[in-house]
């Protein structure tokens, strides 16, 4: 009898256990981990950064500034880009998206895309909340068994699949087992596999994040951003995100 007593009681636990460690449960330590919401508590922030691709150096500098209280608030974001003697800057707001260096232009979303890309690269982990906020009847999050070695690190692996294709994996995501801290996704192709790698992690105002991100193809490097200067609620002149026609 007390076996019987011992076996029950390991089959609670290793059930609960199951249970806590879902796909989605993973990225939720993961977020808390990383403290990524955290920036959404900073009033300012300014990123420079290094890409490289195709033997080219692009310099780029990131900056935003929050605005107003409450619900009413709103974030207006720069980003410049300068490479090969050619200097670029665009600004988006919730309204407006327009560059003003090397002169002003009204532009539309689809003619930023490529910019867009940029801030994404510069901000991996950003995406894992919209994956997270997403309504599970649309997303099936599974964690991998067992452990799978990604980036040098023995990681927790998590597919991503829509509910109406479950057979279907839409990308893996991989978190380090021992810090939960993400360590990059792969991305299934008709031909190959996408990957994107994060590494090198610093610390600021605890919000953990990466200062090396690499875009793979097949395992070869095609692309890669390093952060070179994070800086949060720090003085961003008004005139950085005005229209100067």
Do not use: H
């Not at 988006?92 to 895309?113: M, N, R």
């Not at 996408?194 to 990466?210: A, D, E, I, R």
């Amino acid at each position: 009898m007390k076996k019987f007593w011992v076996l029950l009681f390991l089959i609670f636990v290793y059930t609960n256990l199951s249970a806590q460690t879902s796909g989605k449960d993973i990225i939720n330590l993961c977020i808390t981990a990383m403290r990524i919401d955290k920036l959404d508590s900073f009033k300012t922030a300014s990123v420079k950064a290094y890409l490289y691709q195709q033997g080219n150096k692009t310099s780029i500098r990131y900056i935003n500034k929050e605005y107003g209280e409450g619900d009413n608030i709103e974030t207006k974001f720069r980003l410049e880009l300068s490479s090969m003697g050619k200097e670029t800057a665009v600004v988006f707001t919730d309204d407006d998206i327009f560059q003003v260096v090397p002169k002003y232009e009204e532009l539309d979303k689809e003619d930023i895309g490529q910019l867009y890309q940029i801030m994404n690269w510069m901000f991996p982990t950003v995406g894992l909340l919209a994956v997270i906020k997403d309504t599970t009847d649309k997303t099936i999050f599974t964690l991998q068994d067992g452990t799978s070695k990604f980036n040098d690190k023995n990681c927790k692996k998590v597919s991503i699949a829509a509910n109406e294709k479950p057979e279907e994996i839409l990308q893996y995501l991989f978190f380090d087992e021992s810090t939960n801290w993400f360590q990059g996704l792969e991305i299934p192709l008709e031909k190959g596999i996408l990957g994107l790698t994060c590494s090198n992690f610093k610390k600021k105002s605890g919000y953990v994040y990466p200062t090396t991100i690499k875009i793979l193809q097949d395992g070869k490097k095609i692309l890669e951003v390093e952060i070179d200067k994070f800086e949060v609620d720090i003085a961003v002149e008004d005139s950085l995100f005005e229209k100067k026609k």
